[in-house]
């Protein structure tokens, strides 16, 4: 079985300050992870994914995300907000049985950005 | 590249009158999946299929909900009878997957539907 837990479901920074969005995982077996934003009244768009290659992966937009499997964590992060950031994320995971193509969603953070 | 291409984008509908969701998949994808997301239940997996053929359909609903996929390219999610309770916005997303293992997934703009 898989699963993923988003830490908070609202964040709010300044703009120009870091951003951290924290996401932890439990799979059975070595996980595919993605994230992925959604801007009101739109679609999810893939901002980065991890695939079992490089444990730091960046992505679109300045985002970037640090997969641990010590600490069965996948957190996003970006060293400076930016007003277009204001959106909900989801953090993902997939691959943990075989023949599945089945992804698992979280809940979801909303990020608000503080002018 | 086009990307996922979903119709209508908003629709509104009576209780009791057939709806009719269409999707358009990415050029050389092979799986396809429908989504449901509403502010109660977040987003869901309704079926997904892979090289035409239903996968898992165990999120659909009830019988009131049908998906096909006539060719390799489109799909339509089909709800007869609509209730309000079906009101969401609808997403279809494609995948290059079909190997068995989990591939990033690419999300259409989604249908908006509202049920009187």
């Known amino acids: 079985a898989q699963s993923v837990t988003q830490l908070d479901s609202h964040v709010s920074v300044s703009e120009g300050t870091p951003v951290l969005l924290r996401c932890n995982y439990s799979?059975?077996?070595?996980?595919?992870l993605f994230w992925y934003v959604q801007h009101p009244n739109k679609g999810l768009q893939l901002l980065l994914k991890y695939t079992s290659a490089a444990t730091l992966v960046k992505g679109i937009n300045g985002f970037e995300a640090e997969f641990k499997k010590s600490e069965t964590s996948f957190h996003l992060t970006k060293p400076s907000a930016h007003m277009s950031d204001a959106a909900e994320y989801f953090c993902v995971v997939g691959g943990a049985v075989f023949g599945n193509e089945k992804l698992t969603f979280g809940t979801g953070t909303r990020l608000t950005i503080i002018p | 590249d086009a990307g996922v291409i979903q119709s209508p984008r908003h629709e509104v509908t009576e209780m009791g009158q057939e709806v009719t969701l269409r999707c358009k998949l990415i050029?050389?994808?092979?799986?396809l999946f429908w989504y449901r997301q509403t502010m109660m239940r977040g987003l869901e997996l309704l079926i997904y299929f892979n090289n035409n053929v239903p996968i898992d359909d165990s999120g659909m609903p009830e019988d009131r909900f049908s998906a096909k996929m006539p060719n390799a390219s489109f799909s339509t999610l089909k709800i007869q009878p609509s209730e309000p309770r079906d009101s969401a916005v609808y997403f279809c997303?494609?995948?290059?997957?079909?190997?068995?293992?989990?591939?990033?997934?690419?999300f259409g703009p989604g249908t908006r539907l509202t049920v009187t």
């Open positions: 997303a494609s995948s290059p997957g079909g190997r068995g293992i989990s591939y990033e997934q690419y």
């Open positions: 799979s059975s077996y070595s996980p595919s």
């Open positions: 050029s050389g994808h092979n799986s």
